[in-house]
């Protein structure tokens, strides 16, 4: 089932002051980007932009905004199809 999650409001504004943020790593950029690039469409996260917002979600000094941008990529991330046998 394709995930139709998109970026709300709120974590494309937090995406923008990320983008905005000079101290901001390139993770949290590239996570920050992803989001903002779903916001408004069915878009979703790739591999790359995942790990990305993993490492910022992980990441101690990661603002809240940054945070928020990195979790709403990473819930737009398509889930793997189950093995069954």
């Known amino acids: 089932m394709a995930n139709t999650r998109t970026t709300g409001t709120k974590a494309a504004s937090a995406a923008a002051k990320t983008l905005n943020n000079s101290r ?27 790990a990305a917002a993993a490492k910022t979600l992980s990441d101690q000094k ?17 889930g793997k199809a189950s093995k069954r046998s």
């Open 62 to 78: 990661a603002t809240r905004a940054e945070k928020s941008a990195a979790g709403s990529a990473l819930s737009q991330r398509a």
């Open 24 to 50: 901001a790593t390139a993770a949290e950029k590239s996570a920050a980007g992803s989001a903002l690039a779903q916001a408004g469409n069915t878009r979703q996260t790739s591999s790359k932009a995942a």
